[in-house]
């Protein structure tokens, strides 16, 4: 996977522990799960922070660019959040990951909130000419308070304005993703 403006996505982690895939359906893939612990630190005043100290974060290593000998090492992780499920914040607005049902010890979260504020609007496609309703189409980096992740999703325009009340997502608006895919494009050891 590709995206836009992938140098600019960060998520400080140590990675804690690779699970073994197992074989994929297709019988050529084992997929691992790569279980990160962010040690990023909000940066942002004006918002409450929603990642619990204790937090993993589980997300498919698709493109095998994990390995074991990185097990133990503190690096960046660069993060894309696919067929999320989008939506507005309310005040107070916060920042982070959290847990999608309650943190036990161990625990690693495949598909947690995704909480912060966009920072920029890559791409925005209205696409209506092969579907018989409009959908649109979207890639936007939000600010998480612990990093930065990207984020490719799409929806119909009749769901975006119920969920968000207007007709696109815009620099400054306060987001929640929840369900996401959580893609891991790169990790970079840090020393």
Known sequence: ????????????????????GKLHSDGRRCLP????????????AEAGQATPSNFLLGVVDR???????????PGVARLVCALSVLSLQTPPHRQGLAPETAATEGYASTKPFVLGRVQEVITWEAECAYLPYESLYTEFLPD???????????????DL?????KD?????????????RIDILAFDPVE
Do not use: K, N
């Open 1 to 20: 996977m590709r995206f836009p403006q992938s140098h600019r996505l960060y998520l400080h982690c140590i990675v804690e522990r690779i699970v073994a």
């Open 33 to 44: 799960l790569i279980l990160l612990r962010p040690t990023g630190m909000s940066r942002c």
């Open 63 to 73: 493109r095998h660019v994990v390995d074991q000998s990185l097990i133990g090492q």
């Open 144 to 158: 998480i308070g612990v990093g930065v992740v990207g984020v490719r999703t799409s929806m119909t325009a009749d």
């Open 161 to 165: 304005s119920d969920v968000l009340g």
């Open 168 to 180: 696109r997502i815009e620099a400054g608006d306060w987001i929640e993703l929840a369900r996401s």
